[in-house]
């Protein structure tokens, strides 16, 4: 990509007052030119304390909500309108359609597996005062109706916070299994996945250790558990980056998505990562390019607003959360 887009994408971030943050799954040269690379709470985080006007998201939607939700003065751009995370549509509470009217064209968000006629509503009615645990990675109307939110570096602990013996956790079954065996709770799940890890067979991980004898192998949350169980750390994007940072080891094999490689090449260079299969790419996450991030910045687009009682209670779940 030619280094004319780049400075020109400087130039309009510094008339913005803006600040582009992009999630460790981005293109690499998306990566390069982002002021903040990291996961998704971390990047909202980071942005909710900085003093710029405006956050360029290089992400998936449901992040550039919580970054919407956690700032709500500054104003938040997601730089593919269409980029959106297929497990954060596997639950709704079947109200999500109005924030896409902030599309002008684009009534009908993709929806993957779950018909809306059953919703985080209905199982709410199911389970009467069972507290619900929101992964990130879901919608701000499926937050604002939800306890608490997690990641996937803390569902366990964030579990575990509740006072209740049982919990209802959404959307992801693989996340929600790996949480029921580190907790003592019943954890009720819903039924999403992430189509990138969950279609990881214990074959990948045979094959990868023989290829790769003396390396560690670092699983995402996301991976079935057969896959877990195999790990030899299970953690988030961003915990897999202090792992192989803090080891002693010099070779890793890496089950998420590609994009994750960029980082911990760049910031361990003398270690050696493998990915665990070539096809852990999320074609969500690589819909934003340098021209894309170019486009948003210079015609303010695609603003997103989480606004009014839905902005209100995904804070309170967002920030219990934070609060732990
Ligand atoms: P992290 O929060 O670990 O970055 O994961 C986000 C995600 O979308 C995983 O697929
Ligand atoms: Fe969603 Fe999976 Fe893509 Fe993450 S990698 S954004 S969970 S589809």
């Known amino acids: 990509m030619s280094e004319s887009l780049k400075d020109q994408i400087q130039k309009l971030k510094a008339q913005r007052n803006a600040i582009i943050l992009a999630h460790n799954y981005q293109r690499d040269e998306v990566q390069e030119i982002a002021d903040l690379t990291g996961d998704s709470l971390e990047l909202s985080r980071k942005a909710a304390a900085t003093g710029c006007d405006v956050i360029v998201f290089c992400g998936v939607n449901f992040m550039a909500e919580s970054a919407s939700i956690l700032s709500p003065d500054k104003v938040v751009l997601l730089t593919a309108f269409d980029a959106f995370c297929p497990m954060a549509d596997m639950i709704s509470t079947g109200m999500e359609r109005e924030l896409y009217g902030a599309f002008p064209g684009y009534k009908d968000p993709p929806r993957y597996v779950y018909p809306v006629e059953y919703t985080l509503r209905d199982i709410k ?19 604002a109706e939800s306890d608490i939110c997690c990641t996937s570096a803390n569902v366990v602990e964030v579990i575990d916070s509740l006072p209740d013996e049982r919990v209802i956790c959404v959307p992801d079954k693989n996340l929600s299994a790996w949480a029921a065996k ?9 039924d999403g996945y992430c189509h990138v890890h969950d279609r990881v067979r214990p074959s990948d991980v045979e094959k990868a250790r023989r290829a790769y004898p003396d390396a560690l192998f670092m699983a995402h949350p996301e991976c079935r558990l057969d896959i877990l169980e195999m790990a030899d ?8 980056l202090r792992y192989a940072a803090k080891s002693s080891a010099k070779e890793f094999i890496v089950g998420t998505e590609i994009g994750l490689l960029y980082r911990l090449r760049k910031e361990n260079p003398d270690k050696m990562f493998y990915p ?7 074609p969500n996450m690589k819909k934003t390019t340098l021209e894309s991030v170019y486009n948003a ?3 303010m687009k695609h603003v997103i607003k989480v606004g009014g009682k839905i902005r209100e209670s995904a804070w309170k779940a967002l920030n219990r959360m934070l609060s732990l």
């Open 233 to 240: 750390n299970v953690t988030s994007t961003s915990g897999m």
């Open 297 to 299: 910045l210079k015609e």
């Open 182 to 190: 580190n907790t003592k709770k019943e954890v009720i799940s819903w």
């Open 276 to 282: 665990l299969r070539k096809d852990m790419v999320c």
């Open 125 to 143: 009615k199911d389970y009467p005062c069972v507290p619900v645990v929101s992964y990130v990675n879901t919608t701000a109307e499926v937050k």
